[in-house]
T-cell receptor, first 117, second 114 residues
Framework: NAGVTQTPKFQVLKTGQSMTLQCAQD?????MSWYRQDPGMGLRLIHY???????DQGEVPNGYNVSRSTTEDFPLRLLSAAPSQTSVYFC????????????????FGPGTRLTVL | AQKVTQAQTEISVVEKEDVTLDCVYE???????LFWYKQPPSGELVFLIR??????QNEISGRYSWNFQKSTSSFNFTITASQVVDSAVYFCALSGWGAQKLVFGQGTRLTINP
């Protein structure tokens, strides 16, 4: 298994440009999510999905769009990049629990370092 | 709302010293999960441990140990006989039922000097 993969590893954008950060997992995990990491603030949840066709907002969703057409892929779209979106982006996945005790650990991808000029 | 506080921004110790990283959390959930992740200089996030709110047993894994105390809402992490390879940023995280939506602390940067 490749686990959780993210592309690209590095990206530089100009203000106003759009782009898509790719995330894929081969573990058949239902749950996928995107976090951003900023200095001194830990990681914050942007969007998440509990299965194909289902997405929801996290703590900091503004400026980002997501869709989940397959179980494997969960791309994150920046519609019009802004300098405030300069960050390291992590994708994560896990099984989604179906009872009151089952849970699972989230596995993170290697991250994408994005700079918006 | 859930919150995780890691009051220690940076810690620097000499190799072989013991070091404890503090984590204090806030939640109204009766069922919740606590995590520690390690982020080495290479940048990836490495899972270390998960703890359920209904299991207050402390855990030891080699040189690592975790002390979970619901009475003080703390989940502290101790490295015994630290090594240079332990140098990293360590994150404590909290989630509700299902361990899905993680709330992270600010992280503690640990530097082990030879």
């Amino acid at each position: 298994n490749a686990g959780v993969t993210q592309t690209p590893k590095f990206q530089v954008l100009k203000t106003g440009q759009s782009m898509t950060l790719q995330c894929a997992q081969d573990m058949n995990h239902e749950y996928m999510s995107w976090y951003r990491q900023d200095p001194g603030m830990g990681l914050r949840l942007i969007h998440y999905s509990v299965g194909a066709g289902i997405t929801d907002q996290g703590e900091v969703p503004n400026g980002y769009n997501v869709s989940r057409s397959t179980t494997e892929d969960f791309p994150l779209r920046l519609l019009s990049a802004a300098p405030s979106q300069t960050s390291v982006y992590f994708c994560a996945s896990s099984y989604f629990p179906r009872d009151s005790v089952r849970t699972d650990t989230q596995y993170f991808g290697p991250g994408t370092r994005l700079t918006v000029l | 709302a859930q919150k995780v506080t890691q009051a220690q921004t940076e810690i620097s110790v000499v190799e072989k010293e013991d070091v404890t990283l503090d984590c204090v959390y806030e939640t109204r959930d009766t069922t919740y999960y606590l995590f520690w992740y390690k982020q080495p200089p290479s940048g990836e996030l490495v899972f270390l441990i998960r703890r359920n709110s209904f299991d207050e047993q402390n855990e030891i894994s080699g040189r690592y140990s975790w002390n979970f105390q619901k009475s003080t809402s703390s989940f502290n992490f101790t490295i015994t006989a630290s090594q240079v390879v332990d140098s990293a940023v360590y994150f404590c995280a909290l989630s509700g039922w299902g361990a899905q939506k993680l709330v992270f602390g600010q992280g503690t940067r640990l530097t082990i000097n030879p």
